[in-house]
């Protein structure tokens, strides 16, 4: 597994951090689903997910109803950058919670294309499950009090829509 160290100020939302930034857009592959898209906008062929309408966004909804309810093309690379705790949800979503993120993985594969790219963003590196090969690891450290955020890359093993999780 590639391990790749960044040293970035910590800024309110992910992706104005540029050196993160470039490290993900990097990574990223044909359609790419952003379900926490927050404020700024990648630099790849995106499609934008996020719960808060002030946010730019394709949709305006709970990840986990979106991805459930899905039904268009399927997505090369799937970004998964919610809120690392309950503090960050409350102060960015004005106090709404996030979609239970273990669920959310489980039914994610069912709108993924084979070899699918997983980025995911967090204070731990947790991982999808079954079928999937965890490809990288970057580890951001944010200087300072901040927690580093710990990004791990997968690639979905062929098709997995029928593993029982």
Not at 5 to 23: A, V
Not at 51 to 61: G, K, L, V
Not at 86 to 108: A, C, D, N, T
Request: hydrophobic letters at 35%.
């Amino acid at each position: 597994m590639k391990f790749t160290y960044l040293k970035q100020p910590s800024k309110r939302w992910t992706f104005e951090q540029p050196k993160l930034k470039r490290w993900i857009e990097k990574r990223c592959k044909g359609r790419v689903l952003n379900l926490f898209a927050g404020k700024v906008k990648l630099e790849v062929n995106e499609v934008r997910v996020d719960i808060n309408e002030d946010m730019p966004a394709d949709y305006h909804m709970d990840a986990y109803e979106f991805v459930k309810n899905y039904k268009g093309e399927k997505f090369d690379t799937v970004i998964l950058d919610s809120p690392y705790s309950l503090r960050k949800s409350m102060e960015k979503y004005h106090g709404k919670v996030f979609s239970k993120f273990q669920k959310l993985k489980k039914i994610l594969p069912r709108i993924m294309n084979d070899k699918c790219v997983v980025i995911t963003l967090g204070y731990n590196s947790s991982s999808m499950s079954k079928g999937f090969i965890k490809k990288e690891i970057c580890l951001v450290c944010h200087g300072g009090a901040h927690h580093d955020t710990v990004i791990l890359v997968e690639e979905k093993l062929g098709n997995i829509e029928n593993y029982i999780f």
